[in-house]
């Protein structure tokens, strides 16, 4: 008897015990459910009505979709992520490789000169805007101090210049990121089987041979990884934007999040913000979906 008694009470302990992590994970899971993919699925919702400054509920079908492409600004936003996110991608992949190269040489000082790579990523983009918009700014920034040194035919406007603006937010970019995108390759370059080097090396190879045909392939992993988290960053990218040009002049840095912000909020179009941003979170899908199912694939 006393043994049936133990063992009943032993069950209920048992349950308790295999169901506690899920109890501690509910609410966060709850939560997670409903303003992240309940708040989607509205924002998708939206984007079929004809809410202007609050929402209304009335479906429209594909109007705001139609009108969407329609609108100047958002072609340009577009055109202009476009622009952004292919030169920050190849910029930040091919400036962090060569970094992680050199810093793969075992140099001295490694550890203090990895910290200042990384640096910049700490961060906010807000603090990084406002850095390079002075330091860009003609009057007060590096074209004013390079005329003070004497110069004075020195001419740096990029951040004033219509065609020309877009590239000062690859550059504040590309500084902010391409040492997470280094540390991301030197890790990679750590992990080669150095046994493989050296018998290349007895071989003959060179070091660009070496590189070329056995080190970089073998980085693919890391060069997709970056690429997914590059490509996002660059389609939400808006504080850098607002912090660094406002979207100006004119239209000429303006993006795809800064047009859905600016529809939703200050033009009280929320129906065509919406549409907006279902479209970059289907960019954003179209990248990330992919290399998720690749990597489920390689584990299985």
């Known amino acids: 008897m006393s043994q049936l008694a133990g063992a009943s009470g032993a069950r209920p302990m ?16 709850a939560i997670v459910a409903v303003f992240v993919y309940g708040f989607i699925l509205f924002t998708i919702y939206l984007s079929f009505t004809n809410s202007r400054i609050l929402p209304d509920y ?9 009108n969407l492409f329609r609108i100047r600004a958002w072609n340009t936003a577009v ?3 476009a622009i952004f996110g292919l030169l920050y991608i190849a910029i930040c992949c091919c400036l962090g490789l060569f970094l992680a190269i050199l810093l793969d040489q075992r140099i001295r000082a490694e550890g203090f000169i990895r910290t200042i790579y990384l640096y910049p990523m700490a961060l906010s983009f807000i603090v990084t ?20 040194w004497g110069f004075e035919n020195f001419s740096f406007t ?7 603006a877009i590239y000062t937010i690859v550059i ?8 997470f995108v280094m540390a991301m390759f030197l890790a990679g370059l750590r992990g080669i089987d150095n046994e493989m080097l050296k018998a290349a090396q007895i071989d003959g190879a060179s070091s660009f041979v070496l590189y070329r045909r056995i080190v970089i392939p073998q980085l693919r992993p890391a060069f997709m990884s970056a690429f997914v988290v590059l490509a996002h960053m ?48 289907m960019t954003i899908a179209a990248i990330i979906v992919p290399y998720l199912w690749s990597e489920l694939r390689e584990k299985k």
Do not use: C
């Not at 009335?58 to 139609?66: A, C």
């Not at 805007?129 to 003070?148: C, D, M, T």
């Not at 990029?158 to 020309?164: L, V």
């Open 14 to 29: 048992d349950r308790l015990r295999d169901a506690l992590p899920r109890i501690v994970l509910s609410p966060s899971v």
């Open 58 to 66: 009335e479906l429209v079908g594909w109007r705001n979709y139609h």
């Open 79 to 81: 055109v202009n992520l």
């Open 129 to 148: 805007g406002v850095a390079w918009k002075w330091f860009l700014n003609p009057g007060i920034g590096l074209q004013a101090v390079v005329r003070g």
């Open 158 to 164: 990029w951040i004033t210049d219509g065609k020309m």
């Open 172 to 179: 504040a970019a590309v500084w902010q990121t391409s040492g």
């Open 234 to 281: 660059a389609i939400k990218s808006y504080d850098l934007v607002i912090a660094l040009t406002g979207g100006g002049p004119g239209t000429a840095t303006e993006l795809p999040a800064t047009f859905m912000y600016s529809y939703t909020f200050t033009r009280n179009q929320m129906g065509i913000g919406a549409a907006s941003a279902v479209i970059m979170l």
